[in-house]
């Protein structure tokens, strides 16, 4: 979903990394149970949201709310349908705009926002905002139901405006991102290959699915770490690396049953190697989820410093 919202904030002209509003408040407070949700005040409304700390400054809608408090497209460009595995059925019609709005009531912005004909998220939120979103300069993000207590981990954001952090294996880089929306760790194909090289991870050969947004499972090779495996001191838990459709019937025909909205072309979930010069596929990227993020008591977003400050406590 990362990818979808930076990917069209590109198309609108509004690339997600333009120069962000200045801040209004000093610090912001949400609580994750088992994300953090929000209110985005519109022109024609007020719109309950899940709270993604996975892509860069904007606003993704279901096509009712948003047609409910009467948002409208940018003119030409503004209606496009798109191919993406990441969207039920693997396509949709999508609109967008740079709209007018007050997220958290943190102060008016102009807000990359796109709004799409297929449910990104179930009632009764009605899509997804980036913590970036907020006009804050700390946004600090309470798990209730993690232990309490535990190691301090700082890892530095890849620019102030940035969510994603950098984390450099050999050779290459991995774009590196938080999510308590997901419950999985999941990696795409080429940040697989990379960590299968550095002996992180080992492959299983064993399938499962991974939903990113409803009505939509898509096939990923349940990953094993090696040893104490990590990304900054964060240990990985339950990997999953996001493979073909027919890579999932070669390995387990039961679990390709339930594949829905797959595209066999998929770039994230091209099987590739380590050894080659340029595999290919889109850049590098691994989200962590809820497997991991459901020992860090707290999750801060310190936008002076560019860096998430994280709380946990891990077992063991």
Same mark, same amino acid.
């Given at each position: 979903?990362?990818?979808?919202?930076?990917?069209?904030?590109?198309?609108?002209?509004?690339?997600?990394?333009?120069?962000?509003?200045?801040?209004?408040?000093?610090?912001?407070?949400?609580?994750?149970?088992?994300?953090?949700?929000?209110? *985005?005040?519109?022109? !024609? +409304?007020?719109?309950? @949201?899940?709270?993604? /700390? &996975?892509? #860069?400054?904007?606003? =993704?809608?279901?096509?009712?709310?948003?047609?409910?408090?009467?948002?409208?497209?940018?003119?030409?460009?503004?209606?496009?349908?798109?191919?993406?595995?990441?969207?039920?059925?693997?396509?949709?019609?999508?609109?967008?705009?740079?709209?007018?709005?007050?997220?958290?009531?943190?102060?008016?912005?102009?807000?990359?926002?796109?709004?799409?004909?297929?449910?990104?998220?179930?009632?009764?939120?009605?899509?997804?905002?980036?913590?970036?979103?907020?006009?804050?300069?700390?946004?600090?993000i309470r798990n209730p139901s993690a232990?309490?207590?535990?190691?301090?981990?700082?890892? *530095?954001?890849?620019? !102030? +405006?940035?969510?994603? @952090?950098?984390?450099? /294996? &050999?050779? #290459?880089?991995?774009? =590196?991102?938080?999510?308590?929306?997901?419950?999985?760790?999941?990696?795409?194909?080429?940040?697989?290959?990379?960590?299968?090289?550095?002996?992180?991870?080992?492959?299983?050969?064993?399938?499962?699915?991974?939903?990113?947004?409803?009505?939509?499972?898509?096939?990923?090779?349940?990953?094993?770490?090696?040893?104490?495996?990590?990304?900054?001191?964060?240990?990985?838990?339950?990997?999953?690396?996001?493979?073909?459709?027919?890579?999932?019937?070669?390995?387990?025909?039961?679990?390709?049953?339930?594949?829905?909205?797959?595209?066999?072309?998929?770039?994230?979930?091209?099987? *590739?190697?380590?050894? !080659?010069?340029?595999?290919?596929?889109?850049?590098?990227?691994?989200?962590?989820?809820?497997?991991?993020?459901?020992?860090?008591?707290?999750?801060?977003?310190?936008?002076?410093?560019?860096?998430?400050?994280?709380?946990?406590?891990?077992?063991?």
């Amino acid at each position: 979903m990362r990818r979808l919202c930076l990917a069209l904030a590109l198309i609108l002209d509004a690339p997600a990394s333009a120069e962000e509003p200045a801040a209004t408040q000093g610090e912001i407070r949400l609580v994750a149970n088992p994300f953090p949700t929000a209110e *985005v005040a519109l022109k !024609r +409304g007020t719109l309950p @949201v899940r709270v993604s /700390l &996975g892509f #860069d400054r904007a606003l =993704l809608l279901n096509l009712a709310p948003a047609k409910a408090t009467g948002l409208k497209p940018f003119p030409i460009i503004g209606k496009f349908r798109v191919r993406n595995p990441q969207i039920p059925g693997g396509e949709a019609v999508i609109r967008g705009n740079l709209i007018t709005a007050d997220v958290g009531n943190t102060g008016r912005q102009s807000l990359p926002t796109v709004w799409i004909d297929k449910d990104v998220v179930p009632p009764p939120h009605a899509g997804v905002v980036s913590v970036m979103a907020f006009r804050a300069e700390h946004v600090h993000i309470r798990n209730p139901s993690a232990p309490a207590g535990g190691a301090t981990y700082r890892l *530095v954001r890849a620019g !102030r +405006g940035d969510s994603e @952090v950098k984390w450099r /294996l &050999g050779r #290459d880089t991995v774009n =590196l991102v938080f999510d308590f929306t997901s419950e999985a760790t999941i990696l795409n194909a080429r940040a697989a290959a990379i960590l299968e090289r550095e002996g992180l991870v080992r492959r299983t050969g064993r399938v499962g699915l991974w939903s990113p947004v409803p009505a939509l499972q898509l096939p990923v090779e349940l990953l094993n770490p090696v040893g104490g495996a990590n990304a900054f001191g964060l240990p990985l838990k339950r990997p999953a690396a996001r493979i073909s459709p027919a890579r999932a019937r070669e390995l387990d025909a039961r679990a390709a049953e339930g594949i829905v909205g797959a595209a066999e072309d998929d770039p994230d979930a091209i099987l *590739v190697t380590a050894e !080659r010069e340029r595999p290919r596929g889109r850049a590098p990227w691994m989200l962590i989820g809820r497997d991991v993020l459901q020992y860090c008591s707290e999750v801060r977003l310190d936008r002076p410093d560019k860096s998430w400050i994280l709380s946990c406590a891990f077992p063991g």
